[in-house]
């Protein structure tokens, strides 16, 4: 989209550029954080860390929903397919990323049905098809979660009874609170996720201006995030602390209403377990009690999930922003794309492994 | 995984509909959103549309940040006509 190019504008980045310098006086650093694996990916695909100066650091946080899935939670999924009791669909990111002991890839490989679906749609398509159960993971932050509660829904309508839904769904939110409240942790501002906000709308990040901790919403070209930056210096410079809209084209104020709504009607906030943090209180999705029949785990009894990380992965400093990837001792030796360690470099989003292509060879 | 792009609908049928996202056909599920029609600009992600992209706003942001700058930058045209 042509539209979507202006915001590449190269005069508009160096001038952006200038006007970070000049505004990035006032403290000896200043640490923000991206918590969006498409603002991770943007920000090393364009060298924005190049264009700033060293005292401006951008981390990169818990944002690809892919990395932060329990290890756990894709060994049953993948036990799901292997043991033939049901046929997984499941977005693509997933499909390689390690659990403890397995993947899906493996369980596929050993003769398991593991289909990829683009939409969670398609799970729906596949269920009247197959004569046979069929899993979908439903996973991701609330940008994905609002397709996967209209599943539930047209699922329900359609008593398609051969489909469930495994739920590990994670909510941005509660993850923002548990870092600012995390005494290790030492961030001044959120660069936060422009698509999430598009179904959340600005409201749920509010509680960051009692903390102290300014935000803003923005999209993800180089303008749309230098923008973000020179805005949240601006916050520290005065001492502010303002949750503030700059990706207006496709955040309205009050989000998506009608996901919201079926948010609440659909799922219901859990504790939830963050692959490489940790519990974190109401920050997971689950299916709702009235729609427990449609609960993949309720249905194949599927256990709780715990949090467990490979030997020597320092996957959860990175994820809280407190090292950048390169600064793990396994980074590009060890651990690479092709074989990852840890759950930052398995999906392209992730934090080590947006660094790891991007990295100055 | 949040990736979403913008497409411009050609074409509504129920709460399904079919957008044009960069130049590619891809069917849309419209079940979360009400009043988009045939010409409006979405939010496509994982085969729903999530949100509307205004293209108002982005014009709009783009001569906010024009002005913020001091015009440096060359001038935004209007809208683009709609099919």
């Known amino acids: 989209m042509q539209l979507q190019n202006r915001f590449r504008d190269p005069t ?84 390689r990323v390690p659990g403890d002991t397995t993947s899906l890839e493996a369980a596929r490989t050993a003769g398991g049905d593991v289909r990829v679906v683009y939409a969670p749609t398609e799970a729906l398509a596949l269920a009247r098809k197959l ?27 359609a008593n398609l009874t051969g489909l469930s839904f495994y739920a590990a769904m994670r909510r941005v939110p509660p993850v923002l609170d548990a870092l600012v409240r995390d005494p290790q942790v030492r961030l001044d501002g959120f660069l936060l996720p422009g698509h999430v906000s598009a179904v959340l709308g600005r409201g749920p990040y509010r509680f960051l201006e009692e903390r102290g901790v300014p935000g803003v919403i923005v999209g993800f070209e180089p303008v749309d995030i230098l923008r973000g930056v020179e805005a949240l210096l601006g916050a520290v410079n005065r001492g502010a602390a303002d949750v503030e809209n700059l990706y207006p084209r496709a955040v309205p104020e009050a989000g998506n209403p009608q996901a919201l709504a079926l948010f609440d009607r659909v799922f219901t906030a859990e504790d939830a377990v963050w692959r490489g943090i940790g519990e974190i209180p109401g920050s997971g999705y689950g299916l709702a009690q009235d729609w427990r029949d449609l609960d993949a785990a309720a249905r194949f009894g599927l256990g709780p999930l715990q949090a467990r990380m490979p030997a020597g992965c320092q996957c959860a400093p990175v994820l809280k922003g407190m090292i950048l990837p390169q600064e793990c001792p396994l980074f590009a030796t060890a651990c690479t794309p092709e074989h990852p360690v840890g759950p930052c470099m398995v999906s392209r989003e992730g934090s080590c492994a947006a660094h790891y292509r991007y990295r100055a060879s | 995984m949040c990736l979403s792009l913008p497409g411009q609908l050609v074409e509504r049928r129920g709460s399904a509909g079919v957008a044009d996202v960069d130049g590619n056909r891809v069917e849309v599920d419209l079940s979360l959103l009400d009043d988009v029609d045939a010409g409006d600009w979405v939010l496509v992600h994982a085969g729903f549309a999530i949100q509307r992209y205004d293209e108002a706003e982005a014009l709009a942001t783009l001569r906010a940040v024009r002005e913020a700058l001091g015009a440096a930058a060359e001038p935004v045209p209007g809208p683009h006509p709609r099919p």
């Open chain 1, 12 to 95: 508009l980045v160096r001038e952006l550029a200038g006007r970070i310098r000049a505004a990035a006086s006032h403290r000896e650093t200043y640490t923000f954080m991206e918590v969006c694996g498409t603002h991770t990916q943007a920000i090393a695909r364009w060298g924005l860390r190049e264009l700033l100066p060293d005292h401006v650091r951008l981390v990169s946080g818990p944002g690809c929903p892919v990395c932060v899935t329990p290890g756990g939670y894709i060994d049953q999924a993948a036990r799901l397919a292997m043991d033939g009791d049901a046929v997984v669909a499941t977005f693509g990111d997933l499909l």
């Open chain 1, 131 to 157: 004569d046979r159960e069929v899993v979908f993971l439903a996973i991701g932050f609330e940008t994905t979660a609002a397709g996967n509660a209209a599943a539930v829904r047209a699922a329900r309508e």
